[in-house]
């Protein structure tokens, strides 16, 4: 099984940073792609950052060059380091993972975190 835990989240001011980070462990060959999505109470869940095994990176329109998402390879982890952050931007915050999972055989799988909270005060 693959697991996956965010950590990271908290309370801050309009202007404020922060970064979160995403761990992903257990029986893992190799990861294809790891990222974020967040959702806001009464909002659909929409996509913020992702990156893939190749070092492509990708960002949702709304976080015009505020937020950064980066990776270690080697401990399978990748963090979000947020900046200038504006009360729109309170939500959970979810990271996502794909890749091959080591068994009998290789096999796709595909994991959620549970989820950290970010709150941004006015």
């Known amino acids: 099984q693959v697991q996956v835990v965010e950590s990271g989240g908290g309370l801050v001011q309009a202007g404020g940073s922060l970064t979160l980070s995403c761990e992903a462990s257990?029986?893992?060959?190799?990861?294809?792609?790891m990222g974020w999505f967040r959702q806001a109470p009464g909002k659909q869940r929409e996509v913020v950052a992702g990156?893939?095994?190749?070092?492509?990176?990708n960002y949702g329109d709304f976080v015009k060059g505020r937020f950064t998402i980066s990776k270690v390879n080697a401990l399978n982890t990748v963090y979000l380091q947020m900046n200038s952050l504006k009360p729109e931007d309170t939500a959970v915050y979810y990271c996502y993972v794909k890749g091959y999972e080591l068994g009998q055989v290789l096999k796709i799988f595909d994991a959620w975190g549970q989820g950290t909270q970010v709150t941004v005060s006015s």
């Open positions: 257990g029986s893992i060959f190799s990861i294809n792609a």
């Open positions: 990156t893939t095994g190749g070092g492509s990176t």
